[in-house]
């Protein structure tokens, strides 16, 4: 099961865990995710017909929705950024390498726990969950339906 997807939500998760862990300010730390997510990959938000609103809520309140739009939106970015292929594999080498406070006993807990359903997007989510759970991070709010 490893090797199929081990998703550490972590587009979307390392500017929390970052901030949680680190000496930057939060809001330069999300800025700078956003900011390259926004420059490198902006097929993410055009793919996934995520809400403008749900994206700013997330960068500037981490505020979660749990729209199908959203988690395909960070679906989008796990791929663009290298931390999945597109058959879902997850490169966690590369996730331990590039986020800070990402770990290999992270990734294979957030593996375990993961939803075991066949929907990316909904394996996308579920692992960004839980990497905020193993950082005790409480996310201003996980809102929306799980459409």
């Given at each position: ?135 005790s991070v409480t996310p201003t709010a996980v809102v929306g339906a799980s459409t």
């Open positions: 099961m490893f090797s199929r997807f081990v998703p550490i939500a972590i587009v979307l998760a390392f500017p929390v865990v970052i901030t949680y862990n680190s000496t930057k300010n939060p809001h330069e730390v999300f800025d700078r995710w956003k900011d390259r997510l926004e420059k490198e990959h902006p097929e993410c938000y055009k793919s996934s017909g995520v809400d403008q609103g749900d994206v700013d809520d997330y960068w500037a309140l981490i505020r979660i929705p749990s729209t199908k739009n959203f988690k395909c939106y960070l679906e989008c970015m796990y791929r663009s950024f290298h931390f999945i292929n597109d058959d879902g594999v997850i490169n966690a080498d590369q996730l331990v390498e590039d986020v800070e406070n990402v770990t290999y006993d992270i990734v294979n807990d957030c593996n375990a726990e993961r939803s075991n359903t066949t929907d990316r997007c909904e394996e996308v989510y579920d692992f960004f969950i839980c990497v905020l759970h193993h950082h």
